[in-house]
């Protein structure tokens, strides 16, 4: 059957008009991000919670990280949040028992003489867009050429002995924030943050120690005595934020997170786009860091304080649900 030439164009047209509209507005509603930007251009009541293309939060947001995410606990200890209930204090006693633990709110007291006690990053708005990188310790950083695009975020978390000298094509050069606690410290260069992730009070004795008289030199191990870093800039990870990552996040799996996951939840509490890069295996399924040569020399997965799979399975579940992007590496 032939219709007629002029109809068979004007049909042609409009045909033409309706596939490109279905396709453009139904096939990338259905794709991220695209659905993401028609959701908060096409209803004008909806505004987009943050400045980034894509947000962390979203107003009707994924059941299992609603569930799992709860921003009302504060990453960062203030002298305001430092009384913890005694569930918490208790949990928190019994990662790393002490024979005789000093007074907490004591020393909390004398710590915060020392450092700052500003309530940051707590800015979220729909005129923020604070992307951020984690940067794990993984040997599959090696050979990746990701220092360019780790180096590009506002914010760049490193954590424990990672060294960039040296590995600035694969992990980048600059570092925001590196978190460490006293058996795993390093000194840090005066514009970067230490966050200190304290497993007990002896561990904030330690720092405020380590930025004075350099008085203690053990925990349960020799420890550095004295640590290089701008105590202006020295933040400390809530210890109930800690507890909130092991139940909420974790279950309970494993004796207590790693340092990477503690990193990453910080992350996701304080950015609006979070880079993940430096976790798990490289393609040979080897665990080593990625400044070392000898293969069985990475810790992380043998140590048995951590569960390395339940956390691996809720890093790729956050990767999944848009929350987090993982750089898998080499
Ligand atoms: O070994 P270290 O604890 O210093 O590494 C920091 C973090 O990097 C770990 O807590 C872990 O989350 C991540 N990591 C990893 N795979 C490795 C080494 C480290 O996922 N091979």
Redesign the pocket.
Known sequence: MTLPKRMNLKTLAVLLCIVTFTTFFFGYTLQEPSSYFFKYAFHSSAKAPCACRRCLTEAEDDPWFTERFNQSVQPLMTRDNSALSDETFKWWQSLQLEKRPANFSEVVEELFQLIPDDMLYADAGPNRCRTCSVV?????LKGSQYGRLIDSSHFIMR????PTTGFEEDVGARTTHHFMYPE?AKDLDNATSLVLIPFKTLDLQWIISALTTGAIKDTYIPVKSRIKANKDKVLIYNPAFFKYVDESWLEGHGRYP???????LFALHICDQVNVF?????QRG????YWEENLLA????YTGI?D?NF??NVTHLLADKHKIRMFEGR
């Open positions: 794990g310790n993984s040997g599959n954590m424990n002995q990672a795993s790693s340092t990477g996951f503690l990193s990453l430096g976790f798990g295996a490289d080897d665990w080593h860091h990475g810790a992380f997965r951590h390395g956390e691996s």
